[in-house]
């Protein structure tokens, strides 16, 4: 185990106890040497993290401490950094600067060492990535989404013919080459995949779709999973 897991796995072990717990025992849940926890145990306390004790005795966490909210383990962080980086392969320009500032403030929040897995890069999403859309904004979809927002949008097929609908979007699926906006059409009175390369205009309408969004998103998944099943 990396020093950097060991030091975030002491302090939840002594956050739990109910009474000082030894070197040992924390050495054997963790599998690591008694030695290794007393310089695990020295660090924690240069870094201001209350624990008092002493060796042959025990540790306690004082109270009053806590992690900060957005604390996590050196695995998930590494989950949320390779997340971060899975999103500038997207082309949403917003949500790719929205991921730079997640990424700050989570680690703003932690202690070192525990913050160089959110600062040293070492882990990368590799590949080309989508180009932004032209005709419509990720934000703008995202935001009709959330607000069940109808929207409006000229849209050329894989033909090259135009038609003009009026949709319900419900979901946004990025693919490497494209994005996919699921959404009710009026037109085809169904639910229809739009890719957003293929989406000349787009604007909002002002009618919504109010709690009608988790019920077709049921659906969606639903008829998803048929056509899976059938081709499997």
Not at 3 to 16: G, N
Not at 182 to 193: D, F, P, S, Y
Request: proline share 4%.
């Amino acid at each position: 185990m990396r020093k950097a897991s060991r030091l975030f796995e002491i302090i939840q072990i002594l956050r739990v106890a109910r009474a000082p717990v030894t070197a040992a025992d924390i050495a054997s849940e963790l599998e690591v040497t008694v030695r290794s926890i007393y310089r695990d145990i020295a660090a924690l306390q240069a870094m201001r993290v209350p624990i008092a004790g002493e060796r042959g005795i025990g540790y306690i966490l004082r109270p009053g401490f806590d992690l900060p909210p957005l604390m996590f383990s050196v695995e998930e962080t590494e989950a949320i950094v390779l997340g971060m980086a899975l999103i500038e392969r997207t082309g949403d320009r917003d949500l790719q600067k929205a991921s730079e500032r997640v990424v700050a403030k989570i680690a703003a929040a932690m202690p070192e060492p525990l913050r160089q897995s959110m600062t040293s890069r070492a882990l990368h999403a590799w590949g080309g990535s989508a180009p932004a859309p032209e005709g419509a904004e990720f934000s703008l979809i995202r935001s009709a989404i959330r607000d069940e927002e109808k929207l409006s949008i000229g849209y050329r097929d894989e033909a090259g013919n135009r038609t003009s609908r009026t949709i319900w979007p419900l979901a946004l699926i990025y693919y490497a080459e494209s994005a996919v906006v699921v959404a009710w059409c009026e037109l085809r009175q169904a639910i229809r995949n739009f890719r957003m390369d293929r989406i000349e205009d787009s604007a909002r309408t002002g009618e919504y779709f109010r709690k009608q969004g988790d019920r077709l998103r049921a659906a969606w998944v639903t008829g998803w999973r048929i056509n899976q099943a059938e081709n499997a």
